[in-house]
């Protein structure tokens, strides 16, 4: 058998990784039913409260704002008490 030239040298940790997807590839009709459970997390269907992305990151923003706000007016409040 000859090695083709792109492969990695056989008993390498590259080259076990390249085995299991090929391996995991010529299964790929078995797996995908997994596959379908995440996307179930993603669409209108899934439980819970629905928000945006934009929404998500707004309010990280605003959270983190906040807590920097806090901290600053812990510092200049422990300041003027002189202590």
């Known amino acids: 058998m000859v090695a083709r030239t792109g492969d990695p040298p056989r008993g390498s940790a590259a080259a076990a990784g390249l085995r299991r997807r090929r391996m995991s ?4 009709g078995a797996g995908s039913s997994s596959g379908s459970n995440m ?3 993603y669409t209108d269907d899934a439980p819970g ?4 992305p ?5 309010m990280s923003l605003g959270f ?3 807590v920097t706000t806090l901290h600053v007016i812990g510092k200049l409040y422990h300041y003027r008490a002189g202590v």
């Open 25 to 28: 590839g010529a299964g790929a």
């Open 39 to 41: 996307l179930r997390f």
């Open 49 to 52: 409260l629905k928000i945006t």
């Open 54 to 58: 934009t929404v998500v990151l707004v």
């Open 64 to 66: 983190i704002g906040f």
